[in-house]
């Protein structure tokens, strides 16, 4: 336990929240928005989705610039680590996206709604992934 | 998929309630009881449930972590340290399923979770506190207000390959089960790595929101994941966590762990009817 910790714990909780509130006052209005306007009430669900994935990336984001603010470089190599991976597995997934898709992919700006014509599996796990690759 | 009528909607909105109370308790997402209800009871499709649980697990992980923080109960250097083997095993979550099909994984997952449960109630009388409030608690360690004894609490770290072994299988199994693996991580560290509970819990919640990540892309890039129920679970979860963070302190720790006893056997039960099936 460092002199910096307490402050990084309350500095998460404060982007978390600020995340978790966004997403969700989306999501909220998205869902009152589909009985009113439905491509708006779809826009807004798709953002509410976004910000709330995008959220714990941002967090390790944070704790890697944070843990490096203070010189902790084994904290800040460490962090970048598990920022890698994630970018590494969200990376995979792009391409296992564009693998199965037919269309190419534009990425976050396509609506992922539930298209059963365009999906060609049922259960896409990282796993079925390479076996399809 | 089904299509998600108001009445499925307040059915999934009540189950991510569930959820992110169990997480604010207990820092287990509810990924393994979200993921058999949308898919074997209300008919979504394996990979649509997985999703939707995902999603549900990054929303309690953000709202628990959000609603804990500045009591220190949060040991983000162990979270730090506990998601790279996380993050790897989510990444790598395709070699496991490659060698063992998804029924069996059940089984076995069905039977340690059993032993575990029982191992939770044998032991439910230990505290991982140390008595003097000023012992160095090492790197990896902590040190925390606890209010059911209304003193400073320090722990120490111990057993540091087990926990990232756990947190290695936990990041495994997310990606295969659409879970958030908390119900891996947070017996191991409280039963076996000297973690107090509430910490365990916290620590838990907070990591789960990163292990889900890496599952719920694949997902939403592939378009199986429905909005309108991933947002009816979403907005649930913000219902129990926002619960669950203010009641959890009022309530002792020995019902904490016969509530996590409870959670971990019905999960047993569940995943071993689900590998039958």
Redesign the interface.
Known sequence: ?KAG??A???L???L??A??LM??AC??G??LA?TISPAAG?WL??A??II??A???V??VL?VVEYAWARDWL?AA??T??LV??L???W???L??RA??TKP?S?FSRP?????A??RI??????????LA | ?PIVTPLL?LIIFTAGTAAGGLGALLGIGGGVFLVPLLNLALGF????A?AISL?AV??T???V??????K?L?N??LG??L??AT??G?????????LVAQSVLQRLFGVVTAIVAVLTVARVNRRNVMSDPDAD?GVL???FFDDETDAMVVYRIKRVPLALGASFVAGNLS??LGIGGGVVKVPVLNGWCGMPLRAAAATSA?MI??T?????????????????A???A??GV?LGSWAGVHLSPRLPIRFLKMLLALVLSIVAGVMFVRGMS
Do not use: K, W
Request: aromatic share 4%; no cysteine; hydrophobic share 50%.
């Open positions: 336990v910790d307490a990084l714990e309350r998460i909780g404060r978390l929240r995340g978790v997403s969700s999501l909220a998205g869902l589909l779809v669900l798709q509410g989705l709330l994935i959220t714990p990336t967090n390790v704790s904290f460490i962090s680590l598990v991976e994630l590494a597995g969200a995979g997934a792009l296992f996206y199965v898709v992919a990425g992922a709604i539930a298209d059963p365009r999906r049922q259960n896409p796990s990282p796993l079925t992934a390479s076996r | 998929v909607a499709p394996i990979g649509a997985a999603s990054i929303a992980s953000s709202a972590t959000a609603g804990r923080a500045g220190q949060i983000v250097r730090m340290v998601e790279v993050a790897a989510a990444v790598l979550g395709g070699i496991t399923a490659q608690p360690g902590g040190r990606s295969m907070f929101g990163v889900a990540t890496g599952g719920v892309i694949i997902y939403y890039l592939s378009g199986q994941l429905v909005p309108v991933a947002a009816a979403v907005l913000q």
